[in-house]
C-alpha cells in the first residue's frame, strides 16, 4: 500500500511563562492507504497536536513530515474536529453538498450517506434543530461523502451512543476499504476493537503499537 503520510522524529514545543513544554516528543508514523489507524491517550498527551501535524496546521520544531496526499484541499484531504464546524445557516444535507462543492464534487450522495447513519429523516434540519450526537453524525457524513485520501478525525465518537458508534466506525471503515488512510485520536474502545493499528501516546512520546485485523 503506498504511504500518504511519514513523520521522522517530529518534536513540537510551545513556550509558555512556566518555560517550555514539550507536546510531541520524537514521534516517528507513517498512514498508508487502507490504513484505519486509532491514536490514543490521555488528554493532554499529545494526539492533537499530532493530528495538527499531519494536517500541516502546526508545523515541526525539529523533524520531517512528509506527504504524498493529492490533490490537497477538501477532495485529498478531509477532517472530523471536535469542533464541528457545521455552518448553523444551512441544513445537514447542504452542509455536505457545500464541502462537495468546495472539493470539486461528492463521491457519496448526501442524503445516502446521512441516511446510512441514521439521519434519513432529517437531513433538511438545521444543527440547532439536531442533538450533539447528530451534529457529530452530520460532520462525519460530510468527511466520509467525500472519500478522501486522507481523514482525519478527533473523538468522532464522542457523543454517540454504541448503535450510533458502530454506525460512525462503519463509515470510517468504508474510506479505509475504498483506498484511503483514515487516522482517529480516540478513547473509545468500540473503535480500538476495529482498527487495524493502535498507536499509544503518553507525554508526547509513542510507548507502544499494536495490530489487529478489523
Known amino acids: 500500500m503506498s504511504e500518504l503520510i511519514r513523520l521522522d522524529d517530529v518534536t513540537r514545543r510551545y513556550r509558555t511563562a512556566a518555560g517550555t513544554v514539550v507536546a510531541v516528543d520524537a514521534v516517528s508514523l507513517a498512514l498508508r492507504r487502507g490504513d484505519l489507524v486509532g491514536l490514543i491517550g490521555p488528554s493532554g498527551s499529545g494526539k492533537t497536536t499530532?493530528?495538527?501535524?499531519?494536517?500541516?496546521?502546526?508545523?515541526?520544531?525539529?523533524?520531517?513530515?512528509?506527504?504524498?496526499?493529492e490533490p490537497s484541499g477538501w477532495s485529498g484531504v478531509a477532517v472530523?474536529?471536535?469542533?464541528?464546524?457545521?455552518?448553523?445557516?444551512?441544513?445537514?444535507?447542504?452542509?455536505?453538498?457545500?464541502?462537495?462543492?468546495?472539493?470539486g464534487g461528492l463521491r457519496a450522495d448526501a442524503v445516502e450517506t446521512l441516511g446510512s447513519m441514521g439521519l434519513g429523516e432529517l437531513v433538511d434540519r438545521f444543527p440547532d434543530e439536531l442533538s450533539m450526537g447528530e451534529q457529530q453524525r452530520v460532520a462525519v457524513a460530510r468527511a466520509v461523502a467525500m472519500r478522501p485520501t486522507l481523514l482525519v478525525a478527533d473523538e468522532p465518537t464522542a457523543?454517540?451512543?454504541?448503535?450510533?458508534?458502530?454506525?460512525?466506525?462503519?463509515?470510517?471503515?468504508?474510506v479505509a476499504n475504498d483506498g484511503g488512510a483514515v487516522i482517529v485520536a480516540t478513547h473509545d474502545a468500540r473503535l480500538l476493537d476495529r482498527v487495524g493499528s493502535a498507536i499509544q501516546v503518553l507525554d508526547g512520546r509513542i510507548v507502544?503499537?499494536?495490530?489487529?485485523?478489523?
Open 208 to 214: 507502544s503499537t499494536t495490530w489487529s485485523n478489523p
Open 50 to 69: 499530532i493530528l495538527n501535524l499531519i494536517l500541516g496546521w502546526e508545523q515541526p520544531d525539529d523533524g520531517t513530515v512528509t506527504t504524498h496526499v
Open 80 to 103: 472530523i474536529p471536535q469542533e464541528l464546524g457545521l455552518l448553523p445557516e444551512l441544513s445537514a444535507r447542504e452542509n455536505i453538498e457545500l464541502a462537495g462543492r468546495l472539493g
Open 159 to 174: 457523543h454517540q451512543d454504541e448503535r450510533h458508534a458502530d454506525l460512525v466506525i462503519d463509515q470510517l471503515a468504508i
